[in-house]
């Protein structure tokens, strides 16, 4: 039997120039993205108005985590306790944690077979009176059709904030992700497209939602040190009614991230060459369907998702266990136990009663997960291909009806 041996959690390290930085942030002891000489730009500055460039838009804030993002995104754009915001079912727990953080409800959208959300469901439940917010997940880096989303939820006066942790980098006709709703927000967590530990980055082009946010990540009254940010009148306007929810990014943060900026674009390239290997491994296998992605969908492949549709739950238990003694971990959100980074709607048990989505409970019971690290090349995509098919022939003598 083949086996794996590289760990699927390894990330590269950071670059040389990222690492120089930091220890010159250390050694001069400014730390805080505030802390400047002067008229000194601080790397967090600097960050800013880079990822902002990146992305074409206006304006952009750096802060304390993804998740966090996500909060202030929604307090900035009005969301109110007790407001309903819809998101997709298939996400990750970080999403509905921030929209229960802003004291808000989320309304689960069900998941088609390409694990996007599903656009017929979404436009019943965007058609209610009380609903105005779509926290859309581009989850596992799968874009929907976005053209589409966009011209449902403009028809029902729906606000959208995308929730880009997986599509940094990512394109749907050759727009940007992150620039199609009211607000983009990145994640720079280690497992992201790029690496500071922890950190979140959040973009918008509407000036009233970027001086809210500004001051909810504990601007005090130092709104003017944004270089990528509104001009002071709008600050004038509701700097004295917007909270301080203090999660600013910090310098040596902001330092490690600048050069994995600049390289992110050859980075995609790089994921998706592992992507296409695997995929290619995988297409040949009888019984795994591999999701076909659409024309107008340039994403970002630092992870792949398949389904087995005629495993059986037990045959699937056992072969998630299989590959694993194999050295292949497969993430699979259909077990009735969540483990580790993943879990399922139903597990969200804080949003009361799980609503009945038998779509996206369909999609997850045969879905496997697989994260692709940079650490890996080409050949290791082969590798796993071939131990996903040994374990698969093994699985078909002992399940023969599936
Ligand atoms: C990682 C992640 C987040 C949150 O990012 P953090 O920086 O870890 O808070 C949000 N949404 C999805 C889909 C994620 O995977």
């Avoid at 970027?210 to 306007?237: C, N, Q, W």
Wanted: charged share 25%; aromatic share 8%.
């Amino acid at each position: 039997m083949t086996k794996f041996t590289k760990s699927f959690t390894q990330q590269e390290p950071i670059p040389e120039a990222g690492i120089e930085r930091a220890v010159e942030v250390m050694r001069s002891g400014r730390l805080h993205r505030y802390n400047a000489l002067g008229d000194e730009l601080t790397e967090t500055v600097l960050l800013e108005q880079e990822f902002a460039a990146y992305n074409g838009s206006r304006f952009c804030l750096a802060c304390a985590s993804g998740g966090y993002a996500l909060h202030i995104a929604m307090r900035s754009i009005g969301v109110n306790s007790g407001d309903k915001v819809l998101c997709n079912a298939f996400t990750l727990a970080p999403v509905p944690g921030a929209i229960h953080n802003a004291g808000a409800i989320p309304v689960l959208v069900e998941t088609t077979d390409d694990f996007t959300i599903d656009l017929v469901d979404l436009e019943a439940k965007a058609a209610a009176d009380d609903v105005h917010y779509l926290m859309l997940s581009h989850m596992r880096g799968h874009l929907v059709d976005m053209d589409r989303l966009m011209e449902i939820c403009d028809r029902h006066g729906v606000s959208v904030i995308e929730d880009c942790a997986h599509t940094m980098g990512a394109t749907w006709n050759g727009r940007r992700s992150g620039t199609f709703g009211k607000v983009g927000c990145f994640s720079t967590q280690t497992y992201k497209h790029i690496n500071s530990g922890e950190g979140g980055l959040l973009i918008t082009d509407d000036e009233e939602v970027m001086a809210r946010a500004i001051m909810h990540s504990g601007s005090y009254m130092l709104y003017d040190r944004h270089t990528v940010g509104p001009a002071p009148e709008v600050f004038a306007k509701i700097r004295f009614e917007t909270p301080n929810y203090s999660g600013r990014m910090d310098n040596l943060r902001a330092a490690i991230l600048r050069p994995q900026l600049s390289d992110l674009d050859r980075q995609c390239d790089r994921w998706n060459e592992l992507y296409c290997a695997l995929e290619k491994g995988l297409r040949a296998i009888e019984g795994v369907r591999v999701p076909l992605r659409p024309e107008a969908e340039y994403f970002v492949g630092s992870s792949l998702q398949f389904s087995l549709p005629e495993l059986s739950a037990e045959a699937f238990a056992r072969f998630i266990r299989r590959c694993e003694e194999q050295g292949v971990q497969i993430k699979w959100f259909g077990d009735a136990d969540p483990k580790g980074y993943t879990s399922r709607f139903d597990s969200w048990r804080y949003l009361g009663d799980a609503p009945a989505l038998p779509a996206t409970e369909k999609v997850l019971s045969t879905m496997c997960d697989i994260r692709l690290p940079l650490t890996f090349n080409v050949e290791d995509c082969v590798v796993i291909a071939t131990v996903i098919s040994e374990v698969l022939s093994e699985t078909a003598h002992i399940n023969p009806a599936g």
